[in-house]
């Protein structure tokens, strides 16, 4: 079956908005599985996602090459709570799912479920590095695999992802999502000092 965007979004923020809520300040500059990020990194290009895939759905044009620093100041976990409420609400509007989207005129759909990934992957991520549970949706993790089907050549190509990592063949799809993103499923953050 597939799900509206809409709902998807609200799947994978039901899950995430808790990891991000339980990050404690000490940890913000701990490693992720995303070398490239620390965990502050990872929850400012996460919080940027939430905030410009919102302009995305009315077709509005964005820059995602900015990522402020939103963890800056108090209350931020808040907001990224209310922001991804306002994500869900923006893709269900009449159309969203239609047409194109983005300066890459990607399908909207596509671009839509781009989020959803982002949501996914990197509430585990910051899961995993901050040593909080995270179990992801179901239906996110089974539509994200279809996409990932499609997308993950030219993702690697183009950077965005690394090769697939490996994983046994009674891997779980989740784990199976993760590899496909270049991900290793077993990382552990590097003991603390």
């Known amino acids: 079956m597939t799900h509206t965007i809409s709902d998807l979004l609200g799947a994978a923020s039901t899950r995430a908005v808790p990891v991000v809520g339980a990050v404690p300040d000490d940890r913000l500059g701990a490693a992720t599985p995303c070398a490239e990020y620390d965990v502050r990194a990872l929850l400012n290009h996460l919080f940027s996602v939430v905030v410009n895939f919102q302009a995305l759905a009315a077709k509005g044009d964005t820059d995602l090459a900015e990522t402020p620093d939103r963890v800056a100041d108090d209350g931020w976990r808040e907001r990224f709570a209310a922001e991804t409420g306002r994500l869900a609400t923006a893709w269900a509007a009449p159309g969203a799912e239609e047409g194109t989207a983005g300066r ?4 909207a759909r596509t671009v839509g479920s781009l989020a959803v990934l982002d949501l996914t992957v990197h509430g ?20 994200m695999t279809a996409l990932l089907e499609g997308l993950a050549p030219t993702a690697r190509r ?35 000092d």
Not at 104 to 107: F, I, L, T, V, Y
Not at 124 to 143: H, I, K, N
């Open 104 to 107: 890459m005129e990607m399908p």
């Open 158 to 192: 183009m950077g965005v992802f690394a090769e697939p990592a490996p994983v046994p063949a009674d891997a779980s799809p989740f784990d199976r999502l993760l590899a496909a993103t270049g991900r290793d499923p077993g990382w552990r953050p590097p003991a603390r």
């Open 124 to 143: 585990w991520d910051l899961a995993r590095s901050v040593g909080v549970p995270f179990t992801p949706d179901p239906a996110c993790v089974t539509e």
